[in-house]
């Protein structure tokens, strides 16, 4: 009898949910309410701002994640390139090389890298792990031994205020980097939802057969979704030299968990291209407001990853899983 | 249609690098065999210590854990359906914190009593795993992604900090035993039951789900349960890496295994196992493990900066996976396939 | 037993009970939906212990359905299976059914090609931990079997994926033998046995029968059911039509059986046929080997020109269509295109596109259909750069550009945003054509195109098929349908065993005729 009614009701969730990420809003609000009410200093302007500021980090990192998912990849080099961007940039700087110079450098570097691994991924059919775990590795191994894992370079002041909390913006109470994380956000949602780019990495996430049947070049897909990725890693990298001021070796490590979580907790699907960057970037928010929760409440770090392994398998739980076997006879 | 006198279809006159292709598929271990001689060559030249009847039990004690975690990462890819275990690192930890920090303090530490919890609890959490991927269908990478968030989380809570340990037993399986290197042991345990293993049914129905399971599907093989097994499998081993690695550092620290992930992955490919399954074993990984650990070695003997290292393994990585995928791409199925 | 063929207007015949001791098995009533595809519609069939019971149909007609039902693949929606006199709802597994005596051979090669001949032909049968029977045991039977069936019985410890396939195949066999089924279902095993080795096989099977053992044999042969059948049932379109004894049909009449009335099918595109073909030819093959071994092919296909590919399933159709759109390689010979007033090669995909020659895939979900994306995005993908402003997609323009084709194919989708998946296969199917269509190509290569399309969205099909053709499009289509090729075709060309074995024009071929030349010898007049 009450399956009668649930089954129904799950369904109709799951329709909408599919077309927008309602759970994910539920969600957000909820967590913010909670800590609101339970925390002192929660809801203070100081308080969101460092939220804010957090998230942009994650959701940067994450948003060539995002990209790499939909076609179906995932891309583990993403905290080896934070770290590699986040060192060359203290140590460019602390050599006072322009800033442009080091974004250029340290960009096309990373451009280069993902672009490797799309191809030997797509090229040789290997799994997209394996690859960028083996990438990554050598990117980070060759950034430290080339600084020598101790950098005391410098960052210019402007850019150490860009990444302030409490700095603003025209006179409205945004920290800058929020404004850079919101305009690629918006530059995200028109290449992939309104540029042919968008509908064909879309296409080859969807069904890659298809997609290269109906003249889609899916090699340059992968190449450049994961040049992609890699670039917004280093984005992430250079941004945390600022807000920490000098390099460290292992800054990207969590991100690692985290960029694959805030894409999976947007309710993007792992499998068939089904998703999008607003959904990371909920997902991002969810994130940081969940562990600034956990965190005022003394919940240690390792009961964070511990909630956020099990969430991953709720949400996947859902959505994400395979063709049984009697199916492929 | 093609006579059945004609029953191999390899000619006489067929190319030396599909021959070679062929030799590598039935000797999966070879290369990695080759490699490791040359390698315990080179760090002879270097480092004539290197080879030293004192200095061996001490390496092979600090290779057992490498050799482990590649053979406990083998089950789940053997078994294919794009199987991977990649919280095997994460529960050689747990089994070592585990250990040192819940067994021995609490008069648990007899090697009769912490070696069947330990292999008991790692098998748990590979059978957790296993139903994951066979019964709730998860795709592997994720299901063994989050219980990796899950363990390294656990293990996090376990020993924040790395905590010693008095002397004990397992630092004889670092070193040696009665004059036989500890290693023998551990790895070599499990090296001898893998070769009763072979023999068993279960290894292979193990092949036989990993090359197509479709096929076994079709024949009556029970494709959950053997995949459940697998991961299981691979659970205890990694447990059993677990104490290997308590032998080395004498202390409970989770700083450690994160680095296992990509070595025990870069030891399977090298040692031949196919990343699509079916093709594969122990041997080739242990071998494997031994190469990974031999660039290590080779590499700080020459004084190379230890990030350097890192590099290595990454490349060593790549290349053999990327070696291994063309290797795949010369059999005769997969060209009739590609039609 | 019966003299004069029985009407069939209803649902499933009557079957001769004779005995009820001699059946061992019976299929009451079973019927198996896909989706909207009704692939059983209450099937009935008996099997009786110590025969060679044959099962004959076209395609679609259930048989395949029916086989993977009682293998334990899939599950009936209603019916009873009754097995020695036991009533079962359904056959869990394969497990299971093994278990239950009834052990299949799968129209698919199934082998584990890096597993020994061995291990192959032992597959499934050990437990989880125990094994079946000692290795040497297992060796010397495997051996036996493969010996009763092979001239050379091959190295048993070589990988099954090197050896041919008639090899493989018989590996599949043994697999089954050594089980010792009391039921062997046997589903167009013979297909890629050569003569020798089908021969030993009939013998194993005589054999079989004389110790009690029963039968299923489905084969497209009428010379090997007329050799071993000692029944024969037709299905059709998802019932079971009749079951008759040896020798009491004639090809012809199992045809008939096969095919149901003659009606007449209403001809499309005969009017102007003179006037749309074209004199200028525009893609040819020249010696066109689709397997090693079969007969060269020479074909020549006319703008403005309707060309059918007919035949039973893997004949060898399919990898020509797809030889012609550079997607497979022919084992000989070449294809060349004149679309561009020169002689092109055709080698390669892009070679195709190159050419204007486009391919509309078979399997709609694996090779057309996007699922996540909407019906507006799988209309427009491979000329979406016809509504490009500085990079950015308008889709006011797509939307235009569609609405053309929805009117042209009346297609159903009252969303253009929405989900395609909210579509019925048929306008699913509309708008992958219209899709192709909007590239303009000069030839249309269709690989079964109304596969599981309702007969209203087939014709609005048909209708632009043939609006195409008349502006000088060629068209080449492969069907496994025979009712479209007569409807539509200017020439049909059946494929049998990889060659072309019968070419009909407009207006020669009757529905008969057609299917006895997919069947072969003894069933043509």
Known sequence: MIADYTRPLIARTQETQRRFPLLQIVALIALFLWGTLSLPAFAQRSSIDSMLVLASFLGIAAAGQTVVILIGGIDLSVPSIITGGNLMTTLLGGKHWSFGAIVAV?????????????????????????????????????????????????????????????????????????????????????????????????????????????????????????????????????????????????IGDPYLFLSIAAVIVGGTSLIGARGDYWRTVLGSLILIVLTTNLVGHSYSEATQQIVLGLIILAVVGTYGRDRALRDRI | MTSASSVSIVPPGVSVRAWLASAAREYTFVFSLVLTIALVIANTVVLPSFASWSQIPGELGTLAPFALAAMASTPAILVGGGGIDLSIAPLMGLSNVVLVIALLPHGLGNPAIAVPLLLLLGGLIGAINGVLVAVLRYPPVIATLAVYFVLGGIDLRLAPNPVNSYPHWTAELATSLWHVPGTVLTVGVVLLCWFFFRRTAYYGSLLAVGDDDVAAFSAGVDVAAVRILAYALGGVLAAVGGIALTGTIQSADITVWPSFVLIALAAVALGGTALGGGRGGFLGSALGATAVYLIQTLLAALGVDVFYVQVAFGAVLLVAVVAGSQLGRTSPMWREARG | MTESLPSVASDSAPVARRGEADVVLRVEEVTKRFGSTEALRKCSFELRK????????????????????????????????????????????????????????????????????????????????????????????????????????????????????????????????????????????????????????????????????????????????????????????????????RGTATARELVELMTGQEQLVPERGAEDAASRIR??????????????????????????????????????????????????????????????????????????????????????????????????????????????????????????????????????????????????????????????????????????????VDLGAKRDIYDVLLEVAKAGVAVVMLSTEVDEHLELMDRILVFREGEITAESRRGEATRRGLVASFFGSGADE
């Not at chain 1, 590795?137 to 409490?166: E, M, Q």
């Open chain 1, 106 to 250: 340290i960009l096309g570097t990373a451009a280069l890298v993902g672009a490797v691994n799309g191809y030997l991924a797509h090229h040789h059919g290997v799994p997209a792990l394996i690859i960028t775990l083996g990438s990554g590795s050598v990117v980070v191994g060759s950034v430290l031994a080339g600084t020598h894992a101790s950098v005391y370079g410098s960052v210019p002041g402007w850019f150490t205020r860009f990444v302030s909390p409490a700095s603003t913006v025209a006179g409205l109470h945004v920290p800058q980097v929020v404004v850079l994380w919101i305009v690629l956000t918006l530059v995200i949602g028109v290449v992939l939802h309104l540029t042919g780019i968008g509908r064909r990495l879309y296409a080859t996430g969807a069904n890659e057969r298809a997609a290269q049947l109906a003249l889609v070049r899916t090699e340059l897909v992968w190449v450049g979704a994961f040049a992609t990725s890699a670039v917004f890693s280093a984005i992430t990298g250079i941004l945390l030299g600022a807000w920490s001021g000098t390099g460290e070796q292992s």
């Open chain 3, 279 to 452: 004199s200028e030819v525009v893609l040819r093959t020249r010696g066109v080997r689709v397997r090693p071994g079969a007969a060269p092919i020479d074909l020549e296909v006319r703008a403005g020109e309707l060309v059918g590919l007919a035949g039973l399933e893997g004949q060898g159709q399919d990898r020509f269509l797809r030889i012609l759109g550079g997607l497979a390689a022919p084992d000989d010979g070449a294809v060349v295109c004149s679309t561009g007033g020169r002689d092109a090669a055709i080698q390669s995909a892009k070679d195709a596109v190159r050419n204007r020659i486009v391919y509309v895939p078979r399997d709609r979900r694996t090779e057309s259909i996007f699922e996540s994306r909407s019906v507006l995005d799988n209309f427009a993908l491979p000329t979406q750069g016809r509504d490009e402003t500085l990079g950015v997609i308008v889709t006011r323009r797509t939307n235009r550009r569609f609405r053309h084709y929805v009117d042209r194919l009346r297609i159903v989708a009252p969303r253009h945003r929405g989900l395609i998946t909210t579509l019925s296969g048929g306008n699913q199917q509309k708008v992958v054509t219209a899709r192709w269509l909007a590239a303009n190509p000069a030839v249309l290569l269709l690989n079964d195109p109304t596969r599981g």
């Open chain 3, 50 to 245: 110590g025969e060679v019971h044959a099962i004959l149909g076209e395609n679609g007609s259930g048989k395949s359905t029916l086989v993977k039902i009682l293998a334990g693949v899939h599950r009936p929606d209603s019916g009873v299976i009754n097995l020695w006199g036991v009533d079962r709802h359904r056959i869990a597994s394969p497990q299971a059914a093994i278990d239950a005596g009834i052990v299949t051979v799968f129209q698919e090669v199934l082998v584990a090609g890096q597993r020994t001949v061995a291990d192959n032909v032992w597959l499934g049968s050990d437990g989880l931990l125990r094994k079946a029977a000692p290795d040497s045991r297992k060796r010397a039977r495997a051996r036996e079997v493969l010996a009763e069936l092979l001239d050379e019985v091959p190295d048993l410890d070589q990988p099954v994926g090197t050896l041919p396939l008639s090899v493989r195949q018989a590996c599949c066999i043994g697999r089954a033998l050594v089980r010792e089924p009391k039921i062997l279902v046997l589903d167009e095993s013979t297909s890629a046995l050569d003569v020798a080795t089908r021969d030993s096989l009939f013998e194993i099977l005589a054999r079989l029968k004389a110790t009690g053992g029963s039968v299923i044999f489905i084969s497209h042969r009428m010379d090997e059911i007329e050799e071993i059948g000692d029944r024969v049932t037709v299905l059709r379109s998802g019932v079971s039509i009749d079951t008759l004894d």
